[in-house]
């Protein structure tokens, strides 16, 4: 259990295989501490690149940081050293499963497995409109990616409607705490 109970949890998705180096990571740090600062959980999958640099933000302003491992990796991948609740899972596809159960979803830059989040928790609100979430893809990578997911799959306006894209961290944490006044953001139309 949370020693932090009764905040909201912000499920945040991106590559691993980005370093502190890149621009990126730097952009993961500032939404960590921006979120937590909301007094919002960080959930991550728990490992380096974005996960850690989202951790590593959320942290050191003072956060809850959860960790959603895999018990495969155990031995060979450690949790990174911001986790300060891990929630390991037998594999991927509950890892998956435990990760998209939050409050918020915020996509950042990633490859296969962010795109496999971000399409599970799209569908899950899809399927379940009562339990909308927001869910947020940050950056010029998802606004160029989503127009041709409008085009090329058999979705429709209502579908497209459910994601909110926004070019910064700032924009996504200020749509998912509220601190912007508002509450979600532009949809993506099909093109």
Same mark, same amino acid.
């Given at each position: 259990?949370?020693?932090?109970?009764?905040?909201? !949890?912000?499920?945040?998705?991106?590559?691993?295989?980005?370093?502190?180096?890149?621009?990126? $990571?730097? /952009?993961?740090?500032?939404?960590?501490?921006?979120?937590?600062?909301?007094?919002?959980?960080?959930?991550?999958?728990? $490992?380096?690149?974005?996960?850690?640099?989202?951790?590593?933000?959320?942290?050191?302003?003072?956060?809850? !940081? %959860?960790?959603?491992?895999?018990?495969?990796?155990?031995?060979?991948?450690?949790?990174?050293?911001?986790? &300060?609740?891990?929630?390991?899972?037998?594999?991927?596809?509950?890892?998956?499963?435990?990760? %998209? /159960?939050?409050?918020?979803?915020?996509?950042?830059?990633?490859?296969?497995?962010?795109?496999?989040?971000?399409? &599970?928790?799209?569908?899950?609100?899809?399927?379940?409109?009562?339990?909308?979430?927001?869910?947020?893809?940050?950056?010029?990578?998802?606004? /160029?990616?989503?127009?041709?997911?409008? +085009?090329?799959?058999? %979705?429709?306006?209502?579908?497209?409607?459910?994601?909110?894209?926004?070019?910064?961290?700032?924009?996504?944490?200020? &749509? !998912?705490?509220?601190?912007?006044?508002?509450?979600?953001?532009?949809? !993506? +139309?099909?093109?």
């Amino acid at each position: 259990m949370s020693p932090w109970p009764g905040r909201p !949890v912000a499920a945040v998705f991106g590559s691993a295989r980005l370093a502190p180096d890149e621009p990126e $990571y730097q /952009e993961g740090v500032r939404l960590g501490r921006l979120l937590a600062g909301a007094g919002w959980t960080v959930q991550t999958g728990g $490992y380096d690149g974005l996960m850690g640099a989202v951790s590593s933000g959320a942290h050191a302003a003072g956060g809850h !940081v %959860v960790g959603v491992t895999l018990q495969s990796f155990r031995g060979t991948k450690a949790p990174n050293r911001w986790v &300060l609740e891990e929630r390991e899972t037998a594999d991927l596809f509950a890892r998956v499963r435990r990760l %998209v /159960e939050a409050d918020a979803w915020i996509a950042l830059a990633g490859g296969m497995g962010t795109l496999a989040e971000v399409a &599970l928790a799209w569908n899950l609100h899809q399927s379940w409109p009562a339990e909308a979430r927001p869910l947020v893809l940050v950056g010029p990578r998802w606004a /160029e990616l989503a127009p041709q997911i409008a +085009r090329l799959l058999v %979705v429709d306006d209502r579908d497209m409607g459910l994601v909110r894209l926004v070019p910064d961290v700032e924009a996504a944490a200020d &749509l !998912v705490t509220g601190s912007d006044g508002t509450r979600p953001g532009p949809a !993506v +139309r099909p093109g």
